[in-house]
C-alpha cells in the first residue's frame, strides 16, 4: 500500500518541481493539496497546482484553497524571483481542473483524520498549517511526519540579512506551527545553500525526460539566468530539498533542536533562533537538515524530470 501524503504549497517554481517529486515517487499516493498565499497570490497558486499536475498526467488530486494572507501581516510575494504567474513567466495556459469548495484548512484536517499516518510537506508560509493545528489540536498525533522548507538558522536570510521568505511571510504562524507538537523536519534556506545542483549535474538530469524537457526548463529558465549572473556553483533548489529529505531520509543530515520565531516587528522580524544546548529549558521541537547528498538528490530530481508529459504546449 502506497503511503499517503499531503503537500501545502504556495506554488512556485522551486515547489512545481517538489511537487514533480512527490508525483514520481512510487511509494507515495498525493491524496490532496493545499495552496496557501506566498510566492504569489492565491489566485495564482489555485491556476499552478493544476497546470504541475497536468504537466505530469497525474490523476484527478483534489486541490484546496487555503489562507489567500498571513495571519496578521500584509501579504508579501517573491514575484520578482518567480516570475509575475509564479512559473516563471513560462505562458502555460490554464487548466480546466476544479478547486474543490472545500476550504485548505478543514481539507488538511479531514484528511489526516481520514489516513492516521500519513505525511505533511508545507512548501510555503505556514498560515494553512497553523489554523489547522488551532482548529484541531491533535493534528500532529494524527500525522505521521511534517517536513518544513523555511528558516535561516544561521541568520543567513534571503529576505532580510536574517529571516527566510517563508517564515517572514507569516511568522507568527510559523512560531504557532513550531510551538504545537508537529516536530517538523526542516530543511533551511541555509542547507539549500549548502546544496546546489552542479550545472553539469543540473544540465544533464533536466534533460533526462520530457517533463524535464518541455516544462522545467522553460520555468527555471529566469532564475538560472540570474544565478548564473551570480555565479552561484549550481541551482538552489529549497522546496524540493525539503520533499528529497522525506523520499529519500538517507539524502539528508540533521540534528535535533528548538527553533523560535521572532514576531517582532523589527529587523529581527521572522528570524529563526535554535537552541541546541537547552539554554531555554525547552524540549526540541524540531529536526534540522543541515546537509544533503548531492548525487542522491540529483536521481530523485531526474526521476521527477523522467516522467512523461502531459501538456498540450
Given at each position: 500500500?502506497?503511503?499517503?501524503?499531503?503537500?501545502?504549497?504556495?506554488?512556485g517554481v522551486?515547489?512545481?518541481?517538489?511537487?514533480?517529486?512527490?508525483?514520481?515517487?512510487?511509494?507515495?499516493?498525493?491524496?490532496?493539496?493545499?495552496?496557501?498565499?506566498?510566492?504569489?497570490?492565491?489566485?495564482?497558486?489555485l491556476?499552478n497546482?493544476?497546470?504541475?499536475?497536468?504537466a505530469a498526467g497525474?490523476?484527478?488530486?483534489?486541490?484546496?484553497?487555503?489562507?489567500?494572507?498571513?495571519?496578521?501581516?500584509?501579504?508579501?510575494?517573491?514575484?520578482?524571483v518567480?516570475g509575475n504567474?509564479?512559473?516563471?513567466?513560462?505562458g502555460?495556459?490554464?487548466?480546466?481542473?476544479?478547486?474543490?469548495?472545500e476550504?485548505?484548512?478543514t481539507?488538511l484536517?479531514?484528511?489526516?483524520?481520514?489516513?492516521?499516518?500519513a505525511?505533511?510537506?508545507?512548501?510555503?508560509?505556514?498560515?494553512?498549517?497553523?489554523?489547522?493545528?488551532?482548529?484541531?489540536?491533535?493534528l500532529?498525533?494524527?500525522?505521521?511526519a511534517?517536513?518544513?522548507m523555511?528558516?535561516?538558522?544561521?541568520?543567513?536570510?534571503?529576505t532580510?540579512?536574517?529571516a527566510?521568505?517563508?517564515?517572514?511571510?507569516?511568522?507568527?504562524?510559523a512560531a504557532m506551527?513550531?510551538?504545537?507538537?508537529l516536530?517538523?523536519?526542516?530543511?533551511t534556506w541555509?542547507?539549500?545553500l549548502?546544496a546546489?545542483?552542479?550545472?553539469?549535474?543540473?544540465?544533464?538530469?533536466?534533460?533526462?525526460?520530457?517533463?524535464?524537457?518541455?516544462?522545467?526548463?522553460?520555468?527555471?529558465?529566469?532564475s538560472i539566468?540570474?544565478?548564473?549572473?551570480?555565479?552561484?556553483?549550481?541551482?538552489?533548489?529549497?522546496?524540493?530539498?525539503?520533499?528529497?529529505?522525506?523520499?529519500?531520509?538517507?539524502c539528508?543530515?540533521?540534528?535535533?533542536?528548538?527553533?523560535?520565531?521572532?514576531?517582532?516587528?523589527g529587523i529581527?522580524?521572522?528570524?529563526?533562533?535554535?537552541?541546541?544546548r537547552g539554554m531555554?529549558?525547552?524540549?526540541?521541537?524540531?529536526?534540522?537538515?543541515?546537509?544533503?547528498?548531492?548525487?542522491?538528490?540529483?536521481?530523485?530530481?531526474?526521476?521527477a524530470?523522467r516522467?512523461?508529459?502531459?501538456l498540450?504546449?
Open positions: 500500500m502506497k503511503k499517503k501524503l499531503i503537500i501545502d504549497t504556495d506554488c522551486d515547489d512545481a518541481v517538489a511537487i514533480l517529486m512527490a508525483l514520481a515517487a512510487p511509494e507515495y499516493e498525493v491524496i490532496g493539496i493545499t495552496c496557501v498565499n506566498g510566492n504569489v497570490a492565491l489566485s495564482k497558486v491556476r497546482v493544476p497546470i504541475v499536475l497536468d497525474a490523476g484527478p488530486i483534489p486541490i484546496f484553497a487555503g489562507a489567500s494572507r498571513p495571519l496578521l501581516s500584509a501579504p508579501v510575494d517573491a514575484a520578482e518567480q504567474d509564479g512559473l516563471g513567466d513560462a502555460f495556459l490554464p487548466s480546466t481542473r476544479v478547486i474543490s469548495s476550504p485548505a484548512v481539507a484536517i479531514r484528511l489526516a483524520r481520514e489516513n492516521p499516518g505525511t505533511l510537506v508545507a512548501l510555503g508560509p505556514l498560515t494553512n498549517v497553523a489554523l489547522a493545528l488551532a482548529i484541531e489540536p491533535a500532529p498525533q494524527l500525522l505521521g511534517t517536513f518544513i523555511g528558516g535561516a538558522v544561521q541568520a543567513v536570510g534571503n532580510t540579512p536574517v527566510e521568505f517563508n517564515i517572514y511571510v507569516d511568522a507568527e504562524a506551527t513550531f510551538a504545537r507538537g516536530n517538523p523536519i526542516v530543511a541555509e542547507a539549500t549548502a546546489p545542483i552542479p550545472w553539469d549535474v543540473w544540465d544533464r538530469i533536466v534533460h533526462a525526460g520530457s517533463v524535464g524537457t518541455r516544462f522545467v526548463t522553460p520555468i527555471v529558465a529566469a539566468a540570474r544565478s548564473r549572473e551570480r555565479e552561484r556553483t549550481g541551482i538552489l533548489l529549497p522546496d524540493p530539498l525539503a520533499m528529497a529529505a522525506l523520499l529519500d531520509p538517507g539528508v543530515v540533521s540534528f535535533p533542536s528548538t527553533i523560535m520565531v521572532d514576531t517582532s516587528h529581527a522580524h521572522g528570524m529563526t533562533a535554535l537552541d541546541t531555554l529549558g525547552m524540549p526540541h521541537n524540531a529536526q534540522i537538515v543541515s546537509g544533503a547528498d548531492i548525487a542522491r538528490f540529483a536521481e530523485l530530481l531526474e526521476r524530470f516522467m512523461d508529459y502531459g498540450a504546449k
